[in-house]
C-alpha cells in the first residue's frame, strides 16, 4: 500500500498485488456489497496463486499484497495492529454454494 495507498473503492483494488487462492472449487471474484446493499464484484489480480489460506496469511503480514481471509484468522493480527482493514465501509457478501442440495 506504500505504493499505490490504500484502496477506498473497490476499483482502487485493480492497482494493487490482490492474492489469491488456485483452488478449481473457489470462485475467482471477490464479493462485496457496497453502501446501499448492490453485490459488487472483483476479479483480484496478483502475481501468486496459492494453495492454502496459511500461506495466504503469512505473504499478507509480510507486506506482500492485500487478500481476503477469514476473520478467524487475522482477528489478532488486527488487535494489535499487525494488519490493516481495506474497504471496512462494505461487507463482504455471504458466500453461497449453489452446488449442495439436500437428499
Known sequence: ???????????????????????????PEWKFCDEVGQLRTFTPKGDLLLGDGESMHRLT?????????????????????????????LEVAPFVRTDLRVE
Open 61 to 89: 503480514l509480510a507486506g506482500t499484497g492485500i487478500a481476503q481471509l477469514s476473520m478467524f484468522q487475522v482477528q489478532e493480527d488486527f488487535a494489535v495492529e499487525k494488519l490493516v482493514h481495506v474497504l471496512e465501509r
Open 1 to 27: 500500500m506504500e505504493n499505490h495507498g490504500i484502496p477506498e473503492t473497490v476499483n482502487d483494488l485493480e492497482r494493487h498485488n490482490c492474492l489469491t487462492f488456485a483452488f478449481r472449487r473457489q470462485t
